[in-house]
T-cell receptor, first 114, second 111 residues
Framework: GAGVSQSPSNKVTEKGKDVELRCDPI?????LYWYRQSLGQGLEFLIY????????KSGLPSDRFSAERTGGSVSTLTIQRTQQEDSAVYLC????????????FGPGTRLTVL | RKEVEQDPGPFNVPEGATVAFNCTYS??????FFWYRQDCRKEPKLLMS???SGNEDGRFTAQLNRASQYISLLIRDSKLSDSATYLC????????????FGKGTHLIIQP
């Protein structure tokens, strides 16, 4: 079956612009995660959804970052007033349920803020 | 102390050799453990789960030492295609806040 998909695959934007990243999880997966990975660095947890609710937003680096999930499926991560330090690969993952289950990752969105 | 620590490497290993690396974790309540593999500019993918009794999958063996709070990954008869970054992942079973990724160990298999 289809895996996790993300769009766009690459995004180049100017400092100060808003961007919206999209994630389509595997059908039936209730848990959805957003991570950020800067060049040569580990995964940085951003936010987690169980269904449409986000019980853990602790990883969002600032109030410029927000995310939502509708219909228990597609999620969007929005970054307002982008800064150069926002440049990274944004990875989305989904799992059958939270916690101990395998997370399946999408290919990521490479964001470059000029 | 970092929650999940790994030696970043790189580990340069000749093809056919055996290589092992460890990962230590700080949360003694951790319940589940995994090794993920990440190729350059690709997304992480599950390599194997780590069970209390240890488990083997072909050339790969994973072991857990709860007393010392570390897990290990052993790769036998290494192949060029094993070159990747290996991420240690520890879960305390409480959702995303209980799933912590290490920064990874970079492995390079040389011909």
């Amino acid at each position: 079956g289809a895996g996790v998909s993300q769009s766009p695959s690459n995004k180049v934007t100017e400092k100060g612009k808003d961007v919206e990243l999209r994630c389509d999880p595997i059908s039936g997966h209730t848990a959805l995660y957003w991570y950020r990975q800067s060049l040569g660095q580990g995964l940085e947890f951003l936010i987690y959804f169980q269904g449409n609710s986000a019980p853990d937003k602790s990883g969002l680096p600032s109030d410029r970052f927000s995310a939502e999930r509708t219909g228990g499926s597609v999620s969007t991560l929005t970054i307002q007033r982008t800064q150069q330090e926002d440049s990274a690969v944004y990875l989305c993952a989904s799992s059958l349920d939270r916690g101990m289950n395998e997370q399946f990752f999408g290919p990521g969105t490479r964001l470059t803020v000029l | 102390r970092k929650e999940v620590e790994q030696d970043p490497g790189p580990f340069n290993v000749p093809e056919g050799a055996t290589v092992a690396f460890n990962c230590t974790y700080s949360n003694s309540a951790s319940q589940s453990f995994f090794w993920y593999r990440q190729d350059c500019r690709k997304e992480p993918k599950l390599l194997m789960s780590v069970y209390s009794s240890g488990n083997e999958d072909g050339r790969f063996t994973a072991q857990l030492n709860r007393a010392s709070q570390y897990i290990s990954l052993l790769i036998r008869d290494s192949k060029l295609s094993d070159s990747a970054t290996y991420l240690c992942v520890v879960s305390s079973g409480g959702g995303a806040d209980g799933l912590t990724f290490g920064k990874g160990t970079h492995l390079i298999i040389q011909p």
